[in-house]
C-alpha cells in the first residue's frame, strides 16, 4: 500500500524532472546512474549505485533531490513493472508501466491468460529482486531524503515514520541508524497534539547517544514529561528551540543543567527565571548564537558569558539603558545584534565610553528615539556593517529629540569617509501611506542601471518610522538635508514624493533637495504610479548656475540633474487601465519629448529603464527605439503591457 502510494506519486515527479536533471549531471558515474534509473535497468542501477553513491554529494542540492527521489521511488516499490515476458526472460530489464496488479486480474477474469502470465511474472520478478539489494548508505539517505519531504509540507507530522515500516529489512536498518531519530519536534498544535508525547520518548530512545536538534513549540500540560526528557537530553543538543508556557515552566523547576558541550545555537521564548534556573551553572562552550523573548529580563543572561556571535533579545529590560554597553563591551565577536526592547529612563548627564564591535555585520533596533540615539552614539559600527532602525510609534512632541540626532548621523558618515573613504552613493526614500515612511542609505559604488533593483545590494542604514506618516516625512527630510550627500550618484523615491507638511508644491520642494544635495546624481529611480507621473516635469526643469569667474555678470541655467545618465520607471502610467494601446500616450509623448530636448541641447539624455509598465505597448517602444537611433539614447523595456496594480 505504502510502496504503491509512493510510487504513484512519484510517476509525475519522475517525467517532469527528468529532462531537468539530465542536463545537469555532469559527473559520468552519476550519468550511467541515471540512464539506468530512466530506462529501468533495475539490476544495473543497483550495481552501479553499490560504487557510485559518492557521486550524488557532487551534485547541486537540486539535481541531488530529483535523482534520490526517483531511485527511492524505485526502491519502495516492491513489485517493479515488467515489459514483456520475453524481455524479463531474455534482458532482465525493467521499466515502469501504468498497469496496475487489479487490471491484470480483470484482464485474467475476461479469459484472457496474458493477464495471469504477468501476474505469475511479476510474482516471480518480486522474488529475485528483494530491496535488500541496495547498499545501506544509500537506503539511509532514502530515509532522510522522504523525512525532509514529508516535513517540508508539515513541520510538526510524524507520517515520515512510514517509510521505516515498508519491510523487516527496512525497519532493523532505520532502528540501528541513531542519526535518523537526532531531530525531535514535540508541539502542542494540531490534533495529533495529546498523543506525541510516547511518539517523542521513542524516537529520544532510538537516537542512542548521538547529537540532537530539538524544538519544543508550545506544548500542552499533558506534553510535560516529554518535555522534560527533552530538556533533561539538552546535554547532548547542538540547537534547541523552545517556547514554553507558564504552567510548563513550573514544571521544569527541578531541572538544573551542568553541561552542553554541542550546544551551538539557542531559541528561547519563556519566562526569565527559568531561563536562569536551566542554564546558570551550564557549560556551554560551542553556543554561538541566542535568541531571547521574555517579558522581562536583566543582564544576569547566562548566555552572555559566551563567546556569542549573534544576540537578539525581545523584552523589556529591568536595568538602566548604559548598563548594555559593558555587556556589549565583552562580545567582541559579535556579527549580528537585534534589541527589541524598551528600557528605562536614564540620567541624561553622565557621560559614558563608546564600545567597539569590530566583528559587527548588522545592527537591528526596535526600539524608542531615546534608546536609539543613545546606542547609535556610542556604538563604533564597521563601514561595512548593516543598521536598521525601526520605530513603531513616533510622538509629535519628538521632533526636537529626533534632531538632537542628526549632528551624530551626519559626524558618523564624515568619519567613514575621512577612515575609509567610504561615502553614501544611493539614497532610498519609500512612503507607504499611511502605514510607514523608510528612509536608506548605501554606500556601495555601483554604478549599474539595476542599482536599487538588485537583491544583492543592501543598505548601510535603513530608518523606518511607522505611523504619524506626515510627521514622519517631515522627519526623515530633516535628517536628509544634514547628510554629506556629495558624492551620493544613486537616488530612488518609491511611492509618493517625499514632503514637508507645510511644503504647499511637493514637486518643486523635490526638485530643490535635489539641487541642493544631489550634484553628482547620474542615476534616478521613481516607483510607483503617482511619482513616476513627475519624470517629465523633473527632466524638463532648469536652474540657474553661479556666474563664471570669467564673466562674472551674466547669469547661465542649466537643465536639474545634468549629470543625469539613467532613468528607471516603476509602475509608470502610460495610459490609464482599459484605454486602447492605440490611443496616444501623453505621458510617453511628454517624456520623449524632454529627452529630445536634452539631447538636442547636450549631446546626450538619459536612457530609460522601465519596469511593470501600465499601458505600454510594443508599439511605444518601437516608436521610442526610433528616435532612440536619432539622438544616441537608449530604452529598456522590461516586456509587456503590465496589469494594472494597486
Given at each position: 500500500?505504502?510502496?504503491?502510494?509512493?510510487?504513484?506519486?512519484?510517476?509525475?515527479?519522475?517525467?517532469?524532472?527528468?529532462?531537468?536533471?539530465?542536463?545537469?549531471?555532469?559527473?559520468?558515474?552519476?550519468?550511467?546512474?541515471?540512464?539506468?534509473?530512466?530506462?529501468?535497468?533495475?539490476?544495473?542501477?543497483?550495481?552501479?549505485?553499490?560504487?557510485?553513491?559518492?557521486?550524488?554529494?557532487?551534485?547541486?542540492?537540486?539535481?541531488?533531490?530529483?535523482?534520490?527521489?526517483?531511485?527511492?521511488?524505485?526502491?519502495?516499490?516492491?513489485?517493479?513493472?515488467?515489459?514483456?515476458?520475453?524481455?524479463?526472460?531474455?534482458?532482465?530489464?525493467?521499466?515502469?508501466?501504468?498497469?496496475?496488479?487489479?487490471?491484470?486480474?480483470?484482464?485474467?477474469?475476461?479469459?484472457?491468460?496474458?493477464?495471469?502470465?504477468?501476474?505469475?511474472?511479476?510474482?516471480?520478478?518480486?522474488?529475485?529482486?528483494?530491496?535488500?539489494?541496495?547498499?545501506?548508505?544509500?537506503?539511509?539517505?532514502?530515509?532522510?531524503?522522504?523525512?525532509?519531504?514529508?516535513?517540508?509540507?508539515?513541520?510538526?507530522?510524524?507520517?515520515?515514520?512510514?517509510?521505516?515500516?515498508?519491510?523487516?529489512?527496512?525497519?532493523?536498518?532505520?532502528?540501528?541508524?541513531?542519526?535518523?531519530?537526532?531531530?525531535?519536534?514535540?508541539?502542542?498544535?494540531?490534533?495529533?497534539?495529546?498523543?506525541?508525547?510516547?511518539?517523542?520518548?521513542?524516537?529520544?530512545?532510538?537516537?542512542?547517544?548521538?547529537?540532537?536538534?530539538?524544538?519544543?513549540?508550545?506544548?500542552?500540560?499533558?506534553?510535560?514529561?516529554?518535555?522534560?526528557?527533552?530538556?533533561?537530553?539538552?546535554?547532548?543538543?547542538?540547537?534547541?528551540?523552545?517556547?514554553?508556557?507558564?504552567?510548563?515552566?513550573?514544571?521544569?523547576?527541578?531541572?538544573?543543567?551542568?553541561?552542553?558541550?554541542?550546544?551551538?545555537?539557542?531559541?528561547?521564548?519563556?519566562?526569565?527565571?527559568?531561563?536562569?534556573?536551566?542554564?546558570?551553572?551550564?557549560?556551554?562552550?560551542?553556543?554561538?548564537?541566542?535568541?531571547?523573548?521574555?517579558?522581562?529580563?536583566?543582564?544576569?543572561?547566562?548566555?552572555?558569558?559566551?563567546?556569542?556571535?549573534?544576540?537578539?533579545?525581545?523584552?523589556?529590560?529591568?536595568?538602566?539603558?548604559?548598563?548594555?554597553?559593558?555587556?556589549?563591551?565583552q562580545l567582541p565577536a559579535l556579527q549580528h545584534l537585534r534589541i527589541n526592547a524598551t528600557f528605562p529612563e536614564r540620567d541624561g548627564s553622565a557621560v559614558f565610553p563608546h564600545v567597539s564591535l569590530p566583528a559587527l555585520k548588522t545592527l537591528t533596533l526596535i526600539t524608542s528615539m531615546e534608546a536609539f540615539t543613545f546606542l547609535y552614539k556610542h556604538i563604533d559600527i564597521p563601514p561595512k556593517a548593516i543598521m536598521r532602525?525601526?520605530?513603531?510609534?513616533?510622538?509629535?512632541?519628538?521632533?526636537?529629540?529626533?534632531?538632537?540626532?542628526?549632528?551624530?548621523?551626519?559626524?558618523?558618515?564624515?568619519?567613514?569617509?575621512?577612515?575609509?573613504?567610504?561615502?553614501?552613493?544611493?539614497?532610498?526614500?519609500?512612503?507607504?501611506?499611511?502605514?510607514?515612511?523608510?528612509?536608506?542609505?548605501?554606500?556601495?559604488?555601483?554604478?549599474?542601471?539595476?542599482?536599487?533593483?538588485?537583491?544583492?545590494?543592501?543598505?548601510?542604514?535603513?530608518?523606518?518610522?511607522?505611523?504619524?506618516?506626515?510627521?514622519?516625512?517631515?522627519?526623515?527630510?530633516?535628517?536628509?538635508?544634514?547628510?554629506?550627500?556629495?558624492?551620493?550618484?544613486?537616488?530612488?523615491?518609491?511611492?509618493?514624493?517625499?514632503?514637508?507638511?507645510?511644503?504647499?508644491?511637493?514637486?518643486?520642494?523635490?526638485?530643490?533637495?535635489?539641487?541642493?544635495?544631489?550634484?553628482?546624481?547620474?542615476?534616478?529611480?521613481?516607483?510607483?504610479?503617482?511619482?513616476?507621473?513627475?519624470?517629465?516635469?523633473?527632466?524638463?526643469?532648469?536652474?540657474?548656475?553661479?556666474?563664471?569667474?570669467?564673466?562674472?555678470?551674466?547669469?547661465?541655467?542649466?537643465?536639474?540633474?545634468?549629470?543625469?545618465?539613467?532613468?528607471?520607471?516603476?509602475?509608470?502610467?502610460?495610459?490609464?487601465?482599459?484605454?486602447?494601446?492605440?490611443?496616444?500616450?501623453?505621458?510617453?509623448?511628454?517624456?520623449?519629448?524632454?529627452?529630445?530636448?536634452?539631447?538636442?541641447?547636450?549631446?546626450?539624455?538619459?536612457?530609460?529603464?522601465?519596469?511593470?509598465?501600465?499601458?505600454?505597448?510594443?508599439?511605444?517602444?518601437?516608436?521610442?527605439?526610433?528616435?532612440?537611433?536619432?539622438?544616441?539614447?537608449?530604452?529598456?523595456?522590461?516586456?509587456?503591457?503590465?496589469?494594472?496594480?494597486?
Open positions: 500500500m505504502i510502496a504503491d502510494q509512493l510510487i504513484s506519486s512519484s510517476r509525475n515527479a519522475f517525467s517532469r524532472c527528468r529532462t531537468r536533471c539530465r542536463s545537469k549531471l555532469i559527473e559520468g558515474g552519476v550519468e550511467e546512474i541515471w540512464e539506468d534509473v530512466c530506462l529501468g535497468r533495475i539490476d544495473d542501477m543497483y550495481a552501479d549505485i553499490v560504487w557510485k553513491t559518492k557521486f550524488l554529494v557532487k551534485l547541486d542540492e537540486r539535481s541531488r533531490e530529483h535523482i534520490i527521489s526517483v531511485i527511492a521511488a524505485l526502491a519502495l516499490s516492491t513489485r517493479p513493472y515488467p515489459l514483456s515476458n520475453s524481455q524479463l526472460l531474455n534482458q532482465n530489464k525493467y521499466a515502469f508501466m501504468t498497469i496496475t496488479d487489479g487490471a491484470l486480474f480483470r484482464q485474467a477474469q475476461d479469459g484472457d491468460d496474458t493477464g495471469f502470465a504477468e501476474l505469475k511474472t511479476r510474482r516471480r520478478h518480486n522474488l529475485l529482486n528483494s530491496t535488500t539489494v541496495l547498499p545501506p548508505e544509500l537506503l539511509v539517505e532514502i530515509f532522510r531524503y522522504y523525512k525532509v519531504a514529508e516535513l517540508e509540507r508539515d513541520a510538526y507530522t510524524h507520517s515520515w515514520l512510514r517509510i521505516t515500516h515498508v519491510c523487516h529489512h527496512w525497519r532493523q536498518l532505520a532502528l540501528q541508524t541513531p542519526t535518523l531519530w537526532s531531530d525531535i519536534v514535540i508541539t502542542g498544535q494540531g490534533a495529533n497534539g495529546q498523543r506525541q508525547p510516547a511518539c517523542t520518548l521513542e524516537i529520544l530512545s532510538r537516537s542512542d547517544q548521538v547529537p540532537l536538534d530539538l524544538e519544543v513549540w508550545d506544548p500542552t500540560d499533558p506534553m510535560l514529561p516529554a518535555v522534560q526528557a527533552l530538556m533533561r537530553s539538552v546535554p547532548r543538543a547542538r540547537t534547541l528551540e523552545a517556547r514554553l508556557t507558564h504552567s510548563i515552566c513550573q514544571g521544569l523547576t527541578e531541572i538544573r543543567l551542568i553541561e552542553a558541550l554541542h550546544l551551538t545555537s539557542i531559541f528561547l521564548a519563556c519566562e526569565f527565571a527559568t531561563i536562569v534556573q536551566l542554564f546558570d551553572t551550564c557549560s556551554m562552550p560551542l553556543l554561538r548564537e541566542v535568541e531571547v523573548e521574555t517579558p522581562r529580563m536583566n543582564w544576569n543572561l547566562p548566555f552572555l558569558r559566551c563567546p556569542l556571535t549573534s544576540l537578539a533579545f525581545d523584552s523589556t529590560v529591568m536595568e538602566p539603558l548604559p548598563s548594555i554597553l559593558p555587556v556589549l563591551a532602525f525601526d520605530v513603531s510609534f513616533l510622538h509629535l512632541d519628538e521632533p526636537e529629540e529626533f534632531a538632537l540626532i542628526f549632528p551624530s548621523f551626519a559626524a558618523n558618515f564624515e568619519d567613514l569617509a575621512a577612515r575609509f573613504d567610504v561615502h553614501i552613493r544611493g539614497l532610498k526614500f519609500s512612503t507607504r501611506p499611511p502605514n510607514s515612511v523608510q528612509l536608506e542609505l548605501y554606500v556601495p559604488d555601483a554604478p549599474v542601471m539595476d542599482y536599487f533593483l538588485n537583491p544583492n545590494t543592501r543598505p548601510h542604514l535603513r530608518i523606518t518610522l511607522h505611523r504619524q506618516y506626515e510627521f514622519a516625512q517631515t522627519v526623515l527630510l530633516g535628517l536628509l538635508r544634514v547628510l554629506p550627500l556629495t558624492k551620493a550618484t544613486h537616488l530612488g523615491i518609491t511611492g509618493t514624493l517625499p514632503a514637508d507638511e507645510q511644503e504647499p508644491v511637493p514637486i518643486d520642494g523635490f526638485a530643490l533637495l535635489i539641487e541642493d544635495k544631489f550634484p553628482s546624481l547620474t542615476y534616478l529611480h521613481l516607483s510607483g504610479k503617482q511619482v513616476t507621473q513627475h519624470a517629465p516635469y523633473l527632466l524638463s526643469r532648469r536652474v540657474s548656475v553661479a556666474p563664471s569667474l570669467e564673466h562674472p555678470e551674466t547669469s547661465a541655467e542649466q537643465w536639474l540633474m545634468p549629470r543625469l545618465q539613467y532613468l528607471s520607471l516603476t509602475k509608470a502610467v502610460f495610459r490609464q487601465p482599459g484605454t486602447p494601446l492605440h490611443e496616444p500616450s501623453a505621458f510617453r509623448n511628454d517624456l520623449m519629448d524632454v529627452l529630445v530636448a536634452r539631447a538636442d541641447a547636450s549631446g546626450h539624455a538619459p536612457s530609460i529603464n522601465l519596469h511593470d509598465s501600465v499601458g505600454f505597448s510594443a508599439g511605444d517602444a518601437g516608436e521610442m527605439c526610433m528616435i532612440m537611433d536619432r539622438v544616441y539614447w537608449g530604452v529598456h523595456w522590461s516586456g509587456g503591457d503590465a496589469e494594472e496594480e494597486t
